[in-house]
């Protein structure tokens, strides 16, 4: 791979508020409280991870690309509870992304997106980096093939 890159996860400080919250102003926000029953299956974009059976979780919409662009979007998510910031190093992939279909979304610096592909988790690496070799690439959104939903951004290193 000759392109280093990252996976930026979502900071933890703009949804530790919600967990203090009770359900009624959740639902005001369009939030709501979940107990994992499932694993896989409450992917946690704060720190990467695949939530545990019977750990809190909160399902809340998210603009995940906040542009001007007619690609602005806006989905859901889910939170861990006691989750922390992943920090990943250059070039890796957690289990998380690594074990789903993931749609790939190419974005220019105006926020549009100019190239996409769906692609098994397992393969991402060379995904980006033919990505990445367009100059015209300023970041790419990887979101869950089936269900559409966001998981993370990816930046050049």
């Known amino acids: ?8 996860a979502l900071p933890v400080e703009a949804f530790a508020h919600l967990f203090d919250r009770s359900d009624t102003e959740l639902a005001a926000h369009g939030a709501q409280r979940c107990i994992v029953d499932a694993q896989p299956g409450f992917p946690c974009r704060v720190s990467l991870v695949d939530a ?53 979304r190419a974005y220019d610096r105006n926020g549009l997106m100019i190239g996409a592909e769906v692609a098994e988790g397992s393969s991402l690496e060379t995904q980006i980096e033919r990505f990445f070799l367009d100059a015209a690439v300023e970041s790419l959104h990887l979101h869950n093939a089936r269900p559409g939903c966001f998981n993370c951004r990816v930046e050049r290193a």
């Open 52 to 104: 545990e059976l019977g750990e809190r979780v909160i399902l809340l919409p998210f603009t995940h690309h906040d542009t001007s662009s007619p690609y602005r979007g806006v989905g859901p998510i889910f939170v861990r509870e006691h989750a922390r910031t992943a920090n990943l190093e250059v070039n890796e992939v957690p289990a998380m992304i690594r074990r789903r279909l993931l749609s790939i």
């Open 1 to 8: 791979m000759t392109h280093g890159f990252r996976l930026v």
